[in-house]
């Protein structure tokens, strides 16, 4: 039995149904009707009770993909669907001209109809079978599992699609974290599996054999995506609800431009302390008690004002500074330039200022810097 969920990795299942007789697979017909009714074996498939995923409880070997062949894009419904999705795909992310991997390509059919929109395609394809047949389609495929070990010239890629694949690999997580591992920081993934709530909806628990290893519903296929480090995921379903799949990008969180800010803003509390004598700040919220108290040098700021009476008369935390009422702004002749930090509330306090005929300069906080906001 398997000791942990392939989502979330616990080690808190209990059987969700049996048999004690199935087929072995569903992907092999017999010449013979012994051999046939031979296939046949106990199955027990497992629900995780903490973040319900189902799967089943000992993979197929992944020596059994040497040779799988399930072909359906000789259907017509299932080939329309393909070019619907594809154009989807293609349109949703301006793909015509970029590079793209079809990991699992089977035939070759959707990675065909890919190429046919000016996409440049490469195919990944275990099985030998399968694989034939997508290079008689005159596509270029390689012959490796996506795992750590996975390379392609043709790396790092501008997308990624997946269609029926991730229900048969043993760890799913690993296999979507491999495929992010080859995609551009900025690159976009295709990921459909069967529709499990149809299944679970429409009580057809033949919808569950040996092949498919795990069992999706949007819930498993979001945190399966989210846990692999996608980002911006968007549930669809096609044909019929037959299928379920999601659109995702692989927008990794940079500190980069966050440390230009760090900079930026520092730079300019230096420039304004040397033009400015007497600055003030409006906001003694988060923003303006963290942006005040990473400051090496605030000599020049007098004071913060806050319209939260609870803050006044009090002192901000490492800059030290007093927190005044408004009040004592519109009082003060001496303040030559006001910053804003409490960006929330920038349109409330510009109406103030406003409404008092507050006539000094006034600047705010923004991603570039301190910047100027024009009261007029």
């Not at 394809?125 to 389609?137: I, V, Y």
């Not at 800059?319 to 519109?330: A, N």
Request: with cysteine; net charge negative; aromatic share 10%.
């Amino acid at each position: 039995m398997a000791s942990n969920c392939k989502i979330c990795k616990r080690n808190n299942s209990s059987i969700f149904i049996e048999f004690n007789k199935y087929p072995k697979t569903i992907s092999y017909l017999f010449n013979n009707r012994e051999s046939a009714i031979q296939d046949q074996a106990p199955i027990l498939f497992l629900k995780c009770n903490y973040c319900q995923h189902i799967q089943i409880s000992t993979d197929m070997p992944q020596d059994f993909y040497d040779d799988y062949i399930m072909t359906v894009s000789h259907s017509p419904k299932m080939h329309n669907f393909q070019l619907e999705q594809a154009n989807q795909f293609v349109n949703k992310y301006n793909l015509i001209g970029k590079s793209i991997l079809e990991a699992g390509c089977g035939d070759g059919n959707f990675s065909e109809i890919l190429k046919s929109m000016g996409c440049n395609v490469i195919g990944n394809e275990p099985s030998h079978s399968f694989r034939q047949l997508a290079l008689k389609r005159g596509l270029t495929v390689d012959d490796k599992f996506i795992n750590e070990t996975y390379t392609n010239p043709n790396a790092p890629f501008d997308a990624i699609v997946s269609r029926e694949v991730m229900e048969h690999v043993p760890e799913p997580i690993d296999f979507l974290t491999n495929l992010r591992r080859i995609l551009k920081p900025d690159g976009v993934a295709l990921i459909e599996v069967p529709n499990f709530e149809k299944a679970l909806r429409e009580n057809r628990y033949y919808d569950m054999f040996p092949d498919h290893l795990s069992y999706f519903t949007k819930e498993s296929l979001t945190a399966a995506m989210l846990i692999s480090g996608f980002k911006n995921i968007e549930i669809e379903y096609g044909m019929d609800e037959e299928f379920i799949y999601a659109f995702a990008t692989n927008n990794n969180i940079s500190n980069n431009e966050m440390v230009l800010s760090v900079k930026h803003i520092s730079e300019d509390f230096k420039k304004l302390n040397v033009e400015f004598k007497n600055i003030v700040i409006w906001g003694a919220g988060g923003k303006g008690i963290s942006a005040l108290g990473s400051q090496e040098d605030i000599s020049k700021v007098k004071y913060v004002v806050d319209s939260d009476p609870f803050k006044q008369n009090k002192f901000l935390p490492s800059s030290g500074l007093l927190v005044k009422k408004p009040e004592d702004l519109f009082n003060d002749k001496s303040v030559d330039l006001l910053i804003i930090t409490n960006l929330a509330y920038t349109d409330e306090i510009v109406k103030i200022l406003q409404e008092n005929k507050f006539s000094k300069k006034v600047m705010l906080l923004s991603r570039s810097g301190i910047v100027s906001v024009n009261l007029n």
